[in-house]
């Protein structure tokens, strides 16, 4: 049973990976479409992060697995079951891009503007501009929000076990409930807390290696 646990608690990490990399890469779009001139760009991601900030996150789980298959079937006239997973991976995704757009729309506005105006002196591009001269900078703003959003992430996808995702909260419960098991559900939610907090301590180091080589960055 204890290898099941640590077998499920991979699942949780390359749950959380695989949604960490999809929320960051939308968080930045987001928050440059927020940045944006133009209003049509603005208003409709203001809307989707309100809306998404608003709603509880198992809702948004919910909608996400129930509500992705009830569009295909208006769409194709077929049901399609979806994939927990990846259904878990877009809600989570979209859950951290909420708060992770205000944090990287900050960051990016923390950098001076100076910046910007020597590397437009110096004949570089917007789009290059942005990748060396302004992302690097605004990364080292923005690290200290996204890594607690990242521990935020990691606690929620204990939410994915109610769609079937056989993540640590979901082999905890069946472990529980399992007839053969000599221990109470007490002994089985502790070594899943003591998995949880593992992964948290290790992923604190991590954040802390990461937060000292961005220094190279500006100040």
């Not at 939308?26 to 992060?49: H, I, K, N, Q």
């Not at 004949?123 to 890594?147: C, D, E, K, N």
């Not at 935020?152 to 007839?179: C, E, F, H, W, Y």
Request: charged share 10%; glycine share 8%; net charge positive.
């Amino acid at each position: 049973m204890i290898t099941l646990l640590l077998d499920a608690a991979l699942m949780t990490l390359g749950l959380a990976s695989v949604s960490l990399l999809l929320g960051l890469l939308l968080a930045l779009l987001m928050s440059a479409a927020e940045l944006s001139r133009f209003f049509w760009l603005r208003w409709p991601v203001t809307g989707v992060t309100t809306l998404i900030r608003g709603l509880p996150e198992i809702l948004v789980v919910l909608f996400i697995y129930f509500g992705s298959s009830q569009v295909l079937f208006l769409l194709t006239g077929e049901y399609v079951e979806m994939s927990p997973f990846w259904c878990g991976v877009l809600a989570l995704a979209l859950l951290f891009a909420s708060y992770a757009t205000q944090t990287l729309r900050a960051a990016l506005k923390a950098v001076a503007k100076g910046q910007r105006q020597a590397a437009q002196a110096l004949g570089l591009s917007a789009s290059h501009t942005f990748m060396r001269i302004v992302l690097p900078q605004a990364w080292r703003h923005a690290l200290p929000g996204l890594g607690n959003q990242w521990l935020v992430l990691l606690k929620d996808t204990a939410l994915v076990s109610l769609i079937g995702v056989n993540d640590l909260m979901r082999q905890s419960q069946l472990a529980v409930a399992s007839p053969s098991s000599e221990h109470g559900p007490f002994t089985w939610y502790a070594i899943a807390a003591l998995i949880y907090l593992v992964i948290t301590l290790v992923s604190g180091q991590l954040l802390a290696v990461i937060r000292k080589r961005s220094y190279r960055y500006g100040g």
